[in-house]
């Protein structure tokens, strides 16, 4: 239950309509987004959203607006990514701090510390100065990082698909054997590591060996792994080819069949990690969902539209399950 009502937040999906009581399945489409909750418009698409959920949002900040770091990319002709850099947004400012950053991560601590994977290495986030510093000797092409908690290692995914443990006391890294074409890296709040190979296969790493997560399709066009919310544990929920699933230490993924993103409607990147503020990108263009905003003053836009007043209560119910 608890799970499901983690996707019901993140997507703004209640039960109850203005023309029926209940839905079955929600389609979710590009009207979707209200312009109201826009929050960044770009040139080029975003494909990577991060939001820390260590000190950098949940220490002294007055503002009380969100930092999150996202990932901007063009494509060539032939299909190739062009990297357009990684940003930080912070007082509704968007910074670039790197031409070839790639990833971020925060373990979800009392720690003000993001770090970021870029194509020559690891640098370190600095809030004070919203500026950026090489980390260690490491100069592997990254193209993905975990943080894990109460750890002083750090996972670096690289541009060749393989998986390393770097030691933060002595800046080595030992390659992880078991685990083999991997495309993109996930921790849950567990520590425990899941990885999507070139296949769009998913698997679960727990230190001792790797299991392949069973339900899932054999075949996807697309695919990603997504940062779960704080609010839940052990699953990691999975986005392939409109649909949602939760994968979970267990080796099985459920089907989440109550929604499903039509193509106009698909986000190029998406992130629900705080549990309650989520933040989707499409069309080259950022939102900010706040759910307890949209409790408390109502849905604008079209999302006002299909859902009822009457249905607070129902929301302010699935955040007692969360929080």
Same mark, same amino acid.
């Given at each position: 239950?608890?799970?499901?009502?983690?996707?019901?937040?993140?997507?703004?999906?209640?039960?109850?309509?203005?023309?029926?009581?209940?839905?079955?399945?929600?389609?979710?489409?590009?009207?979707?987004?209200?312009?109201?909750?826009?929050?960044?418009?770009?040139?080029?698409?975003?494909?990577?959203?991060?939001?820390?959920?260590?000190?950098?949002?949940?220490?002294?900040?007055?503002?009380?607006?969100?930092?999150?770091?996202?990932?901007?990319?063009?494509?060539?002709?032939?299909?190739?990514?062009?990297?357009?850099?990684?940003?930080?947004?912070?007082?509704?400012?968007?910074?670039?701090?790197?031409?070839?950053?790639?990833?971020?991560?925060?373990?979800?601590?009392?720690?003000?510390?993001?770090?970021?994977? %870029? +194509?020559? #290495?690891?640098?370190?986030?600095?809030?004070?100065?919203?500026? &950026?510093?090489? *980390?260690?000797? @490491?100069?592997?092409?990254?193209?993905?990082?975990?943080?894990?908690?109460?750890?002083?290692?750090?996972?670096?995914?690289?541009?060749?698909?393989?998986?390393?443990?770097?030691?933060?006391?002595?800046?080595?890294?030992?390659?992880?054997?078991?685990?083999?074409?991997?495309?993109?890296?996930?921790?849950?709040?567990?520590?425990?590591?899941?990885?999507?190979?070139?296949?769009?296969?998913?698997?679960?790493?727990?230190?001792?060996?790797?299991?392949?997560?069973?339900?899932?399709?054999?075949?996807?066009?697309?695919?990603?792994?997504?940062?779960?919310?704080?609010?839940?544990?052990?699953?990691?929920?999975?986005?392939?080819?409109?649909?949602?699933?939760?994968?979970?230490?267990?080796?099985?993924?459920?089907?989440?069949?109550?929604?499903?993103? %039509? +193509?106009? #409607?698909?986000?190029?990147?998406?992130?629900?990690?705080?549990? &309650?503020?989520? *933040?989707?990108? @499409?069309?080259?263009?950022?939102?900010?969902?706040?759910?307890?905003?949209?409790?408390?003053?109502?849905?604008?836009?079209?999302?006002?539209?299909?859902?009822?007043?009457?249905?607070?209560?129902?929301?302010?119910?699935?955040?007692?399950?969360?929080?």
């Amino acid at each position: 239950m608890q799970l499901h009502s983690a996707f019901a937040l993140s997507l703004l999906l209640i039960a109850k309509t203005e023309d029926s009581d209940e839905i079955d399945r929600l389609i979710i489409t590009n009207d979707i987004y209200p312009e109201q909750y826009s929050i960044y418009s770009s040139k080029y698409e975003i494909v990577n959203i991060i939001v820390p959920l260590n000190q950098l949002n949940y220490g002294d900040n007055p503002g009380n607006k969100y930092i999150f770091f996202f990932v901007e990319a063009d494509q060539d002709d032939f299909g190739r990514i062009i990297e357009k850099g990684l940003y930080v947004f912070k007082d509704g400012i968007a910074v670039k701090l790197l031409d070839n950053g790639r990833d971020v991560a925060a373990a979800a601590d009392e720690s003000n510390v993001a770090f970021i994977a %870029a +194509g020559d #290495g690891i640098y370190l986030y600095n809030d004070e100065r919203v500026s &950026v510093h090489k *980390y260690g000797n @490491i100069s592997d092409s990254i193209i993905g990082i975990a943080k894990p908690t109460h750890s002083d290692i750090i996972y670096i995914l690289t541009e060749d698909k393989e998986v390393y443990i770097v030691n933060g006391l002595d800046d080595k890294k030992e390659k992880v054997n078991d685990i083999i074409n991997a495309e993109q890296i996930i921790l849950d709040y567990e520590n425990n590591l899941y990885y999507l190979d070139s296949d769009t296969q998913v698997y679960f790493y727990d230190f001792l060996s790797v299991t392949k997560i069973e339900g899932l399709p054999d075949y996807a066009f697309s695919a990603r792994l997504l940062k779960p919310p704080i609010t839940t544990q052990d699953f990691v929920p999975f986005f392939v080819d409109g649909q949602l699933y939760c994968i979970n230490t267990k080796g099985y993924a459920e089907l989440f069949d109550k929604v499903e993103f %039509a +193509g106009n #409607g698909t986000p190029s990147a998406y992130a629900m990690e705080d549990g &309650v503020v989520h *933040y989707y990108a @499409i069309n080259k263009r950022i939102y900010e969902f706040d759910i307890y905003d949209i409790l408390h003053n109502g849905a604008k836009g079209l999302l006002g539209k299909l859902v009822k007043k009457t249905v607070a209560d129902e929301i302010l119910t699935l955040i007692g399950l969360l929080v």
